[in-house]
């Protein structure tokens, strides 16, 4: 009975350590970081999605909607992030 215990409690700790934000919270994150760059441009970010690569991966690739002076355009953006810190680039 203390083995099972011992190996629940592991199993709990490993996937406490676990501190890496959901697509959709670094997106947030990342969306945030955008709105500020762009402050004063007249571009409007609409939506922003992210999807992981792979669970080893720490690329992320991304879809995001903007309203800009001239239409709405979507672009492609490349997001590494390594579970702490994270760097984002748009690419058309």
Known sequence: MKKILVLVFSVFLLAACDTRLSNADLAEEVQLLMIEK??????????????R??????????????TEPNGNFTYTVNVT????????EVTE
Request: charged fraction near 20%.
């Open 81 to 88: 992030y390594d579970g702490e810190y994270f760097t984002w």
């Open 38 to 51: 762009f402050a004063g441009t007249g571009i409007k970010i609409d939506s922003l999605i992210l999807t």
């Open 53 to 66: 690569e792979s669970n080893d991966s720490n690329i992320y690739k991304g879809i995001l909607e903007t």
